[in-house]
């Protein structure tokens, strides 16, 4: 039987990545059984803490002491909260042990936030892993040698997974009862939760951000000017210029400052200021492609594609009002 620990970190954790990934996990196993099949996993809440209280004191969690648990099969962390180097610093005892049970052939998947933790192991030094795209700054700042994509739903390397934010963590536990059960398994889970089965991109799910928290008032400077300029084209070696400073060290600080570079940046700007237009859904796509400074329809949809994972007709489809209440 595989021993399944969901750990419980110091500080803080999502309480429905927790349990739902239990209740999920649960379900699974009973229906596995229900097929004639012996219990497959054995789950437990485990931690260095004898009680963590959650939701401003409405919920308390009582782990099992993780110290008695001297093997696991698969370790799972929930999502953490957003004070991220505390985290860290205040579960030093757990990181040490999650690194040791991988060292001891477990397999580990991270929730959402819960990618701090794990990195915090150095596991993922080297490989892919995504994380809610509204931690990437701070990610990125903790870790720069994870290779951080926050477009993917969900990553799998060498034994780890990670996925992205929220509630996506159920696409998550599909996938680890698909490997730990059948296939067959997962589709029942997914129906019986109302999950969508192969989602692989969080990337529609994105609201982009003004990324100026950085410290820097030169490329501060540098994005106002981008913001004020979204309908028009940028010579981004002249806006060099008038910022006083070389295009090569104007993209390494833009770079350092926003995780993007000036053009990606700008991309981006656009797409978020369409996106809010689409949603409206009183613009036509071409409208709101001129409003952003687009003259080409095939430039427009192929940006607007990659950045949102979906074209800007069915991204207006999928978000308007209009077409959630058909």
């Avoid at 990437?136 to 870790?143: E, G, S, V, W």
């Avoid at 951080?148 to 696409?171: C, M, P, R």
């Avoid at 796509?285 to 994972?309: C, H, N, Q």
Wanted: proline fraction near 2%.
């Amino acid at each position: 039987m595989k021993q399944v620990i969901i750990v419980v970190p110091n500080g803080y954790a999502d309480l429905s990545s927790i349990m739902g990934t239990l209740e999920i996990l649960s379900r699974a196993n009973e229906y596995w059984q229900k097929m004639g099949n012996p219990s497959l996993i054995d789950i437990h809440i485990a931690g260095f803490v004898t009680e963590l209280k959650l939701d401003l004191g409405f919920f308390s969690v009582y782990p099992e002491d993780i110290k008695s648990m001297k093997k696991a099969d698969l370790v799972i962390i929930p999502s953490v909260g957003h004070y991220y180097d505390t985290i860290v610093k205040e579960n030093r005892e757990l990181i040490h042990w999650v690194t040791q049970q991988y060292k001891n052939s477990a397999e580990i998947a991270s929730i959402c936030t819960g990618a701090f933790l794990l990195a915090a192991t150095g596991l993922l030094d080297g490989k892919t892993c995504s994380t809610h795209w509204i931690a990437a700054i701070d990610f990125r700042r903790l870790f720069p040698k994870v290779n951080l994509q926050t477009d993917k739903l969900i990553t799998v390397e060498q034994g780890i997974y990670t996925n992205g934010g929220a509630y996506s963590f159920l696409h998550l536990v599909l996938l680890l009862i698909e490997q730990y059960f059948d296939r067959e398994t997962a589709v029942v889970c997914s129906k019986m939760y109302q999950i969508d089965m192969d989602r692989t991109s969080q990337s529609p799910f994105h609201i982009f951000g003004a990324q100026k928290d950085h410290g820097d008032e030169l490329i501060e400077r540098a994005q106002a000017y981008i913001e004020d300029k979204l309908s028009e084209k940028i010579s981004f070696e002249e806006l060099a210029s008038k910022l006083a400073i070389s295009r090569r060290n104007f993209d390494r600080r833009f770079i350092k400052a926003t995780g993007n570079t000036p053009v990606e940046y700008w991309q981006r700007a656009k797409v978020e200021v369409a996106k809010n237009a689409l949603e409206k859904g009183r613009k036509t796509v071409l409208e709101v492609m001129y409003e952003v400074g687009y003259s080409d329809d095939k430039a427009f949809r192929e940006v607007f594609k990659k950045i949102t994972g979906l074209s800007p007709l069915d991204y207006r489809a999928k978000y308007t009002r209009k077409a959630a209440l058909v």
